[in-house]
C-alpha cells in the first residue's frame, strides 16, 4: 500500500470490536467500495464455473485499501466524469455505426440500380 495515501485495509466482513461489522462513514463511502469491487480482478475469489459466483465466505476475505476520505471522494468523482464521458463516446459511436450502416445500404442500392 501506498504511504502517500495513508491507507487501511477494510475487509469485507471488519472485525471491529463493538461496531457490529460496521465501519465509520467517517473513513469509507459506499461508492469507493462499489467502483474498487466493480474495477477489481475477484476471480480468486469466484467459485462455480457454469455460473460464477462470490459467495459470501469468499467476500468475507477481499481486502479493499481505504484511502483516506477527501481521496476516496476525489477518486469516485474522476470516475464519475470518466464513466459519463464513456457514455458520450459510446453513444457518438453507436451513432457513427449507424450512419455506417446507412451509408452502406445507399451504396449498395445505388450498385444494383446501376447508378455506379
Known amino acids: 500500500m501506498s504511504d502517500k ?13 463493538g ?10 463511502i459506499d461508492e469507493w467500495i462499489v467502483n474498487y469491487l466493480n474495477h477489481s480482478d475477484l476471480s480468486d ?3 462455480g464455473m457454469t455460473v460464477p459466483k462470490l459467495n459470501q465466505g469468499n467476500s468475507k476475505v477481499i481486502q479493499i485499501p481505504i484511502p483516506p476520505l477527501p481521496e476516496q471522494k476525489r477518486i469516485v468523482a474522476q ?3 470518466l464513466q459519463e464521458q464513456t457514455k458520450k463516446l459510446e453513444a457518438i459511436y453507436q451513432n457513427k455505426i449507424e450512419d455506417l450502416e446507412e451509408l452502406k445500404k445507399s451504396i449498395l442500392q445505388k450498385v444494383f440500380n446501376g447508378e455506379l
Open 5 to 17: 495515501l495513508n491507507t487501511q485495509l477494510f475487509e469485507l466482513e471488519p472485525k471491529i470490536k
Open 19 to 28: 461496531s457490529a461489522g460496521l465501519i465509520s462513514r467517517s473513513i469509507l
Open 45 to 47: 475469489y469466484v467459485s
Open 79 to 81: 470516475l464519475d466524469v
